[in-house]
């Protein structure tokens, strides 16, 4: 369970935990409110956060992480042995202790070793009976105990000891976490926290579909009389083929949600604070009650309790009311005096507690709603107290100081790491300042913005102002000063915080020890870009040229370097591939760097070393940037390339770099391999006997390359270096040598480094999967190569004859490697920056440098971008929206900046029919990105008072077709034009101008095809909505939720008609709220990562029980460092769901299936793609589990979303009709099933090809539900389609044809029954003799097997004859792949799961 340490500021070591026992009103608190039961099974904790990583339906994610633990550190544990043992200490057994609370009976309470008391009194302050306590103090045979201590650490405490809950006196902050408690528990099922996007609430929308907890299907009505009772019949716009997308449907009302009322009013009276005579008689606030019988009453919280007093709303008299009714708790106060609240908040806590924890536990980062219902406003006390108190910039619950950030940052990575539990602690701690920096963050930035903080140099113009706020410094994205004149201007000031902060996230991914960088978040909020960042200590009272030790301020023209930087940061410089170089300074000498100019090194006050301004990172993308007397690679003159871009700062992603590296790594075997070869062949000629070079025990060969970039490549590149004999003996020390060849190690451990599944595909042109097989069968050399790489890294490169160091040597040269005796390949960052001169003597390297640039790019363009179509092509990649498609791209290294290229390359794609879902939802990506860019600019004119007319007004010229709409300006008696003249200065571009309400539809549709083809180089038609819509085959309602979630724009929900001529489909009331768009950097829980990874391996080979066991100790793992909720751990549930279903474990597949749908919704988007990914996975489980009406309302749910999002036009909606429609079959509902699995049929023919197995298996089930109707004709014309498909691609042979030819027998013999009965009637009339015709309905188990098979599950048989054969059959096929000839498999060959699980 989580250490409740948590809510101290990290830097614990000079914090004394004094009072910070933050109840759980409080903050950081709330987050445990879930009861220990629940908490126990979901080892959820009480912390949380959150970051995006494993991606849904298998998609191969990058993280850096794997590489930073081999690549930086070394310090990878010896094997998984060590790490097995270390979890087993985590968890120690747990025991049960009884305890008493004034009042109730005593309970049991199940606690384990680790926890601190504190944990303890936040279950009581959750359970219905206790909640209402929260000052009291736990006691075990008269002693207090510590709220930080361990349990274990607590002398005599033991099984079945009794702990004593004690009533303690209550000081202002208890009073006040008192009152904050009661309103929280009044507030508990009130979802507006959510809808407004505060205190890390969010939607969720399951247990309406699933009328509450999954789990106790037992309760349910009995299995029999199931069948009748369902209504199947979906609501009209969920049918195929239905036009309309309405948008309430997306947030149902919730029963629950209608509020109980429990009393009209809580309020801090206006009598506070008590005067001085008051005080020494011990009050300490007075509240103002209205209850729900119109009863008004004044209450003084006092330290012995809260009791009515005699005051009224305008005389103060602070003596004891008689009866005075004093209570402990407030609760039991008003419980005396209004039977209503009584009544109501019994009602409300049962269901409180009946809800699922995890509709209720924080999520780690705020999720924002676009759609909300209109919620009331209503009086509430403490919320209007935050607004003026704590959200302004001091914590309440750290005791009397701001929180120091930087501090608190750099403290957590300082912790040590040498073990498991050691790096938990550290990862936890990490996470946990992260999340509530970028919170601080957030909250800070949106109030500098609307104008509530003070500028530091508040005489400047409103863009040039700097701000600071909560220990946190705020600067917005304009080119001030001219810094950015050269770069781009302002375009550029906007694009550098980004590739800061992803320079920010590549360093502290590396976590290099005593290299520090800085807590940096960026928020877009109403068309301004925020950079938030913590503050280095001493940085503001001197000066930056002083402070400067390492780097440049002026972008290169004067340069200095400091050693101490160089050591830090050559550590950095594998894992990231920076070439260390050398750069010349104002007076002409040279600097040796190793990081690009721009990197600046400031010594703290605190004696840490600091690295900031990181945006050039990674090496510039010379597709978009053009430079004199510079010539780019055919492949990337053919697209058009270089193209002019907004600004000079485009760089190449860090996946692109990794992507590339591997793919040189794979020519560089191949090179070594085919010279052996030719010297081989030589010798043999000369019969001298060859020398073997000494082979490593190698546990590596794993990595043989499964494609080759097609010869052509091998050719240029060998080409392209003049073949001259390499004279130049290596000189290096030994130890150098050694260091620098570690790389080929590291490169060739399959699972530490990056993706090696997608490294397969890497090499766009080789179309055909079988293509390296005859290359690699050609070069026998190969495996020999392997040893020599090998055995160059086991010697320092003395014992290897000459003739092989050439082959490296040459190797080495032709793929541009750093090293000539190893393949090393970094780049340069500085290279075509502006302003930045190289010493003489490194000519060589700047060409040669130049040349991997132009390489790189060209690799973007010729390989990246067809690889992801080849994905789509073959569905192993499926983009359901913008964000999917955005995390495609990035994937393969991808900026959406080529969006315009990877379109134009679908669109000259031979297959494009099959790519109409890609390029429809890409053309919708790049348009709302445009309409984006353009609000932007459009909202900086617009003054506060105007910001839901201007908002309307954009969206009407933007989705309406309403051709003139007209912009409604604020009435005019509020203007009042002379007070106006003053305050023109106060917010950021708060000039009084309407500008904004001259936009008109046809304006702003020329304004998206320009942006669309200045910044994406792509032509968009459109010169209104309606030709868009009707070009694309887009939808409004898929616009609108995508450039609401780009722009933070909140809407209110309802039918919008956006289709009317005569009035706009949008007014101002409509606009609810404008949110932040956050950017920031997700700390990774590495271990756990680990854990998982080998999960899904042993999984893959078949080894489910023991991948089962390692995903449950991921889980842990994750629970342990991100608390109970976040986008990884919901992977994890997924995949244990699915083992446990097929090991046969239903309930619990359901159970872990439920969590994982769960918390897709709070942390994802109740409409995210992976969140209707689980609910297909969900209903298959329900299905499975004999809940049946259940499992339809969660497929109708999933179609509706599917059809919002992206429309019905995707292949994923295939397998979604399929699944309906098998069901609707099972509940013999036959016409309605047809009408889904004929559009499953369409769409599968549409997408895989007529040919496709796919198709066949359609075919099939939609000739099955044509004989339960008895249309044997109709049946027999789709299995005979089938027929043909499975015996064209598999053969006569195959069992699934042979299957396929006994269904046709079967299908004809019922027909010519149902015929012979036909003829029998009209021949003989009424009295024939009938034969009973057999109708059966489907049983269930047929539709089960089914629904598993399309779902890609296939059940192992498990007798241990068949379990030997797969393990032998999963063997041979990773042999087959290993030899680089992974056949393309069937599509239903077995252990396919679903989610081909990624295995990174």
């Known amino acids: 369970m989580v250490s409740k340490t948590d809510d101290i500021p990290a830097s614990v070591p000079n914090c004394s935990p004094v009072d910070i026992a933050d109840e759980a009103g409080e903050g950081a608190g709330d987050c445990i409110e879930s009861s220990k039961a629940s908490l126990k099974d979901s080892c959820a904790c009480g912390h949380s956060e959150d970051t995006t990583m494993v991606n849904g339906s298998g998609i191969h994610e990058h993280t850096e992480e794997a590489e930073s633990k081999q690549d930086g550190c070394g310090e990878v544990d010896g094997g998984d042995e060590s790490n097995e043992q270390e979890v087993i200490v985590i968890q120690d057994t747990g025991f049960t202790v009884k305890i008493q609370a004034p009042g109730t009976e005593p309970f049991d309470l199940q606690v384990s070793p680790q926890e601190m008391v504190q944990e303890i009194h936040q279950v009581l302050m959750d359970r219905e009976d206790t909640c209402h306590r929260t000052c009291f103090s736990l006691q075990l045979d008269g002693n207090v105990l510590d709220n930080f201590a361990e349990l274990k650490s607590i002398e005599g405490l033991q099984e079945g000891s009794l702990l004593k809950v004690v009533e303690e006196p209550y000081t202002v902050r208890e009073a006040r976490i008192h009152v904050r408690h009661i309103r929280d528990l009044l507030k508990s099922l009130d979802p ?193 107290e935050d607004a003026y108190t704590s959200r302004l910039g001091y914590e309440e619950h750290i005791p009397g100081q701001t929180r120091d950030w930087n501090e608190e940052l750099q403290t ?64 917005l994205g304009f080119d001030v000063r001219d810094h950015y004149r050269e770069l781009g201007g302002d375009a550029a000031a906007h694009a550098a915080p980004t590739n800061d902060l992803n320079g920010v996230r590549a360093y502290g991914a590396v976590d290099v020890e005593g290299l520090y960088t800085l807590g940096t978040v960026v928020v877009d909020y109403r068309g301004y870009r925020v950079t938030a960042q913590s503050i280095i200590p001493g940085i503001l009272e001197r000066e930056q040229e002083q402070s400067v030790i390492y780097g440049s301020i002026d972008f290169g023209k004067t340069v200095v370097s400091h050693t101490k930087y160089l050591e830090l940061l050559e550590k950095t410089s594998r894992p990231l591939k920076v070439q260390r170089h050398g750069v010349l300074n104002e007076k002409n000498e040279a600097v040796e760097l190793c990081s690009s100019v721009e990197c600046k090194g400031i010594i703290g006050n605190d004696g840490r070393h600091y690295i900031l301004d990181l945006l050039r990172t990674f090496p510039p993308d010379l597709n978009f940037l053009p430079v004199e007397g510079e010539e780019l690679p055919p492949e990337s003159q053919r697209q058009g390339f270089p193209r002019q871009h907004r600004h000079r700062l485009a760089c190449l992603r860090q996946e692109l770099i990794e992507a590339f590296v591997e793919h040189r790594y794979l020519l560089f075997m191949k090179m070594a391999a085919l010279q052996l070869m030719q010297q081989k062949a030589n010798k043999d000629a000369n019969k001298t006997p060859l020398l073997e070079a000494p082979a490593l025990p190698s546990t590596e060969t794993s990595e043989t390359p499964t494609e080759s970039k097609a010869d052509s490549q091998t050719q240029k590149t060998e080409s392209d270096v003049p073949e001259e004999p390499a004279t130049e003996a290596s000189t290096e020390s030994a130890e150098q040598a050694d260091s620098n060849t570690t790389a080929c190690e590291e490169k060739s451990k399959p699972t530490t480094n990056g993706p090696l599944e997608p490294a397969a595909i890497q090499n766009g042109e080789c179309k055909n999967p079988l293509d390296g097989k005859e290359l690699d069968e050609s070069i026998p050399g190969l495996a020999q190569a392997k040893e020599l790489a090998e055995s160059l890294v086991a010697e320092d490169g003395s014992g290897i004859d000459p003739k092989s160091r050439e082959v490296v040597m040459n190797a080495c040269k032709a793929v541009g490697s750093v090293s000539s005796t190893s393949f090393d390949i970094r780049f340069n960052p500085d290279i075509f920056s502006p302003g930045v001169r190289f010493p003489d003597d490194s000519a060589d390297d700047i060409l040669k440098q130049k040349r991997l640039l132009k390489d790189g790019a060209a690799f973007l363009v010729s390989c990246q971008i067809p690889s992801l179509v080849k994905d789509c092509l073959d569905h192993s990649t499926l983009p359901v929206d913008g964000a999917t498609l955005t995390e495609a791209l990035h994937q393969r290294g991808i900026n959406v900046r080529y969006l315009g290229t990877v379109l134009e390359f679908v669109d000259k794609t031979p297959a494009k029919a099959q790519l109409k879902h890609f390029y429809r939802i890409g053309i919708s990506e790049m348009i709302t990105r445009c309409a984006k860019h353009i609000f932007k600019t459009y909202l900086q004119g617009v003054e506060l008072s105007a910001l839901s007319a201007a908002v309307s007004h954009f969206l009407n010229c933007f989705l309406s077709s309403f051709p003139d709409a007209v912009a409604h300006l604020p009435p005019d008696e509020l203007v009042s034009r002379r007070k106006n003249r003053k305050r023109r200065n106060r917010v950021p571009g708060g000039s009084d101008n309407t500008a904004w309400a001259s936009l008109t539809p046809s304006e702003l549709w020329k304004n998206i095809a320009s942006e669309g083809q200045s910044y994406y180089h792509f032509t968009v038609q459109c010169e209104s909505v309606d030709q868009v819509v009707e070009t694309y085959g887009l939808q409004k309602s898929t616009l609108l939720r995508e450039i609401s979630i780009k722009t933070g724009i909140q809407i209110l929900i309802k039918e919008y008609n956006f289709d009317s001529r005569h009035k706009p489909a949008f007014t101002e009331e409509d606009i609810l709220n404008i949110f932040p768009v956050v950017k920031h950097v997700n700390p990774k829980a590495s271990d756990a990562f680990h854990f998982f990874q080998s999960g899904q391996a042993k999984v893959q080979q078949g080894f489910l029980k023991e991948g089962c066991e390692l995903i449950n100790e991921a889980l842990n793992l994750f629970n342990n460092v991100y608390g109970a909720m976040h986008v990884e751990i919901c992977a994890c549930l997924r995949l244990l769901a699915r083992l446990n279903y097929i090991m046969g474990d239903h309930a619990e597949a359901l159970s872990n299936q439920q969590k994982a749908v769960l918390m897709s919704e709070r942390v994802l988007g109740i409409e995210h793609p992976n969140t209707i990914q689980e609910y297909m996975h969900l209903a298959l489980y329900c299905f499975a589990n004999g809940q049946l009406s259940t499992a339809l309302k969660l497929l109708y749910r999933a179609r509706y979303l599917m059809l919002l999002v992206c429309g019905e036009d995707h292949p994923e909606m295939a397998l979604l009709d399929s699944n309906i429609g098998l069901v609707l079959h099972g509940v013999m509902e036959y016409d309605l099933s047809l009408r889904f699995l004929e559009n499953a049929l369409d769409v599968s023919t549409k997408y895989h090809g007529p040919r496709s197995l796919k198709v066949a298996l359609s075919h099939h089930l939609v000739a099955r539900v044509y004989e339960s109707k008895a249309e044997f004709r109709s049946a027999l014309q789709h299995e005979k389609e089938g027929y043909t498909i499975y015996k064209n691609q598999m053969g006569e042979a195959h069992e699934k044809t042979k299957e396929s030819s006994e269904y046709l027998k079967h299908l004809t013999q019922q027909a010519v029954a149902l015929q012979r009965t036909m003829n029998e009637i009209y021949k003989n009339g009424s009295n024939a003799s009938i034969m009973p015709l057999k109708f059966t309905a489907p049983s269930m188990a047929s539709v089960l097997e089914q629904l598993n098979i399309i779902n890609g599950i296939i059940f192992i048989p498990l007798s241990q004859k068949d379990l030997e054969n797969l393990k032998a059959e999963v063997q041979r096929r990773q042999q087959l792949q290993e030899l680089g000839r992974s056949e393309e498999l069937p599509e239903d060959s077995p252990l396919e799961l679903e989610d081909k699980i990624p295995v990174d």
Request: hydrophobic share 35%; net charge positive.
């Open 192 to 384: 507006s926290d959510a809808y407004n996007g505060v205190d890390c609430n969010s939607l969720s929308f399951l247990s309406i579909f699933t009328d509450g907890d999954l789990g106790e299907s037992g309760k349910r009505k009995k299995k029999g009389s199931e069948l009748e009772q369902i209504d199947c019949t979906p609501p009209e716009h969920i049918l195929p083929g239905s036009k309309e997308r309405p948008l309430v449907p997306l947030q149902p009302q919730n029963k629950d949600w209608k509020p109980m009322q429990c009393l009209k009013v809580l309020t801090m009276s206006g009598w506070n604070p008590p005067p001085g005579n008051r005080k020494m008689h011990g009050d300490l606030m007075y509240l103002y009650i209205v209850t729900v019988e119109e009863r008004h009453i004044s209450i003084t919280a006092s330290t012995r309790g809260f009791y009515l007093n005699q005051s009224t709303t305008y005389t103060f008299n602070p003596k004891p009311a008689n009866p005075s009714f004093l209570s402990h708790s407030l609760v039991e106060l008003l419980s005396q005096i209004s039977p209503a609240f009584k009544r109501n908040f019994t009602a409300l806590q049962k269901k409180r507690v009946q809800r699922h924890p995890f509709e209720r536990i924080a999520t780690p980062f705020q999720v924002y709603s676009w759609t909300a219902p209109q919620v009331d406003h209503a009086m509430d006390c403490v919320r209007a």
């Open 412 to 475: 957590t990575r300082e912790l040590p790491r040498k073990n498991l539990p050691e790096r938990l602690l550290r990862e936890r701690a990490i996470f946990k300042v992260h999340s509530d920096f970028a919170a601080a963050a957030t909250r800070g930035a949106m109030a500098v913005i609307d104008g509530n903080v003070m500028a530091i140099n508040p005489g400047e113009e409103t863009r040039m102002q700097m701000f600071i706020w909560n220990n946190i410094f705020f600067s």
